[in-house]
């Protein structure tokens, strides 16, 4: 093999280590950007649902609080939700279609008078999982 053949087949293996290389750090940075909107968008979804049952909390209305955990379980991004006040169970709602993988779990606390509540919400993986 003459030196021009040499150096065509190491410039092609030079830049298919480095396309290879930018193919592989881009996976990484936009899985590592996957996750921070998923984390993003649970905390959002966990302020709104804290302020939704922030009424309801303040006027003890369980039933209406155990009414509200089931409806918005049945939306599609929360698998879970949880509202407790210390070792006390409030309500609690979860989803039947829950896969048990890659679930977002955030906590909320929202404060009434005899101290803070605590929700505790878990949203449905992104179906583009890696």
Known sequence: MNIRARAILLTAFIFTAVILTFITITIGYLGDARKEEMNYRAKELAGLVAVTFEIPLLEKNHTIIREMTDRFVTHEDLTYLTIDQGDT????SRSLETPEDGVTVVFQEVKNAE???RLNLGTRPDIWSM
């Not at 169970?89 to 609690?92: F, G, K, Q, T, V």
């Open 89 to 92: 169970l409030i309500a609690h």
């Open 115 to 117: 101290g803070k509540v």
